[in-house]
């Protein structure tokens, strides 16, 4: 069965500090999506990192590919209190059943 | 361009009821994806239609069934409804062979009492 690991679970910083959030797996992944949810709302996509060792900005944030492709992060730079939500990792599985494993998510909350 | 939508926004039903949540695709997308949330928790996959035909389904029991339509959208019908069916229901839709982006409705807020 493949899994993708997210940690930490959860996340409890200070607005203007910087934090990462990890998404490990065991298997190889054609690619690697980030999404991001607030309350209410469905996820919606950050970004897609395609090539092993792959980095990716979107103004403060930073996202990498490993160079295995099992594993991803985010980094987060002077986070802000907009930041806040649920962070997901979702992995493209590329097989015969193909779909996207999807990782537990990480909440994130910055506090003013 | 239209985006996802479901319907209803929320619902309330009974133990041992059968509900039928709806969703239609984004203009052009011919894949859905329909995910199970528990609060503060990530979407758990229960199956996939892409081009009408299940593609793929995850850890659900068959009480969990759907179907797409010939204009892409698509409904879940859950059975037997039981107390831990309480969650959020997502679909989502892309274009094209699964696991490409995904583009998610704002979910379905089912409680069972």
């Known amino acids: 069965t493949q899994l993708l690991e997210q940690s930490p679970q959860f996340l409890s910083i200070q607005e203007g500090e910087n934090l990462t959030v990890y998404c490990n797996s065991s298997s190889v992944f054609s690619s690697l999506q980030w999404y991001r949810q607030e309350p209410g709302e469905g996820p919606v996509l950050l970004v897609t990192v395609v090539t092993g060792g792959e980095v990716k900005k979107l103004k403060r944030l930073t996202f990498q590919f490993g160079d295995a492709r099992k594993d991803s992060s985010l980094h987060i730079t002077a986070a802000q209190p907009g930041d806040t939500g649920l962070y997901l990792c979702?992995?493209?599985?590329?097989?015969?059943?193909?779909?996207?494993?999807w990782g537990l998510g990480t909440s994130l909350a910055v506090n003013p | 361009e239209t985006g996802v939508t479901q319907s209803p926004t929320h619902l309330i039903k009974t133990r041992g009821q059968q509900v039928t949540l709806r969703c239609s695709s984004q203009?052009?997308?011919?894949?859905v994806s329909w995910y199970q949330q528990a609060l503060g928790q990530g979407p758990q996959f229960i199956f996939q239609y892409y081009r009408e035909e299940e593609n793929g389904r995850g850890n659900f029991p068959p009480r969990f069934s759907g179907l797409q339509f010939p204009n892409y959208s698509s409904e879940l019908n859950v059975n037997a409804l039981e107390l831990d069916d309480s969650a959020l229901y997502l679909c989502?839709?892309?274009?094209?062979?699964?696991?490409?982006?995904?583009?998610f409705g704002p979910g379905t807020r089912l409680t069972v009492l």
């Open positions: 203009s052009g997308h011919n894949t």
């Open positions: 989502a839709s892309s274009l094209g062979p699964p696991g490409n982006e995904q583009f």
């Open positions: 979702a992995g493209d599985n590329a097989g015969n059943n193909r779909k996207l494993i």
